[in-house]
């Protein structure tokens, strides 16, 4: 499973991604869970482990742009004054 990586988009409802991320991440730590339970590949194991610190990643952006925005609309306006 390959990840994708989830680019902000003007008006991007910002809960819609974080819902849909920690859905993602939340399915791959379940894979994750059950493969290491039955000794399955270790390069499977270690793929979905990728793929889901990508998706924390990901929520990280997330979270950072909702709290930049509004700093970055407000010294866009002190540099209109």
Known sequence: MGAQ??????GTD?????????VKLGVL???????EQGNSASST???LKASALIFSRELDE???SIATEPLAALLG???KS
């Open 62 to 64: 997330v979270r950072c």
């Open 5 to 10: 990586r989830v680019w902000r988009v003007a």
């Open 45 to 47: 194991v270690e793929n």
């Open 29 to 35: 730590n379940r894979r994750i869970e059950a493969l």
């Open 14 to 22: 910002y809960q819609s991604q974080i819902d849909q991320l920690l």
């Open 77 to 79: 306006g002190l540099m």
